[in-house]
């Protein structure tokens, strides 16, 4: 049965610290692995990851996957209050289907 | 920027009704998703469709769901006698064939009641 396991589940910081959150998965038939951000509503894309060790940035947040180890990490350096929120990983398989895991709820704390 | 529109944003219907979830993608998209995301827990696949049809549906997904692309740009979720444990968000979500991200729609907040 396909896995995605997400660590830790809930995170508070202080504005200013770096956050590393992770992603492990065991699917067949992957494709890629994508980063949503989900605040009040509905997720909003961040990364899609697709090769293993290219790392993708965007701002203060950046990725990168491991297809040999199937894992992901999800960095923010700097964080600010705006940061708070569940971030969710999910395969995407070759079909284009995608799952997502349970998330990582980030608070953070002026 | 390209929008996911769903509606209503918020729907209470009594238990054994039938409702409609309405949701119209990204107009050159091809691949049309639901999600749901019952309150505090984790955003759950429904089905996939693609070129008319279903790719793939979940164990949620049972004979009381079916989806529909009755024209050209409307895609919807039928949920033919609503249980109270239906209640939860509901999410439309459309991809086209290049290699980004998927657009989820704002969501249905459905209370079966």
């Known amino acids: 049965e396909d896995k995605v396991v997400q660590s830790p589940l809930s995170l508070v910081v202080h504005e200013g610290d770096t956050v590393t959150l992770n992603c492990s998965y065991e699917v067949t038939n992957f494709r890629s692995l994508l980063w949503y951000k989900q605040e009040k509503k509905a997720p909003t894309f961040l990364f899609m990851l697709t090769s293993s060790g290219i790392e993708k940035k965007s701002g203060r947040l950046s990725s990168i996957l491991d297809k040999k180890e199937l894992f992901s990490i999800l960095n923010i350096t700097a964080t600010q209050t705006g940061d708070s929120a569940v971030y969710l990983c999910?395969?995407?398989?070759?079909?284009?289907?995608?799952?997502f895991g349970a998330g990582t709820r980030l608070t953070v704390k002026p | 920027e390209p929008e996911v529109t769903q509606t209503p944003s918020h729907q209470v219907t009594q238990m054994g009704q039938e409702v409609i979830l309405r949701c119209v993608p990204i107009?050159?998209?091809?691949?049309f998703y639901w999600y749901r995301q019952i309150l505090g827990q984790k955003v759950e696949f429904l089905v996939s469709f693609y070129n008319n049809e279903i790719s793939e549906k979940s164990e949620i997904f049972d004979d009381q769901f079916s989806v529909e692309r009755p024209d050209g740009s409307n895609f919807t979720l039928k949920i033919r006698s609503t249980k109270l444990e239906d209640s939860a968000m509901y999410f439309c979500a459309s991809l086209d064939r290049s290699e980004g991200g998927y657009t989820f729609g704002s969501g249905t907040r459905l209370t079966v009641v």
């Open positions: 999910a395969p995407r398989y070759n079909n284009n289907d995608m799952r």
């Open positions: 107009s050159n998209h091809l691949y």
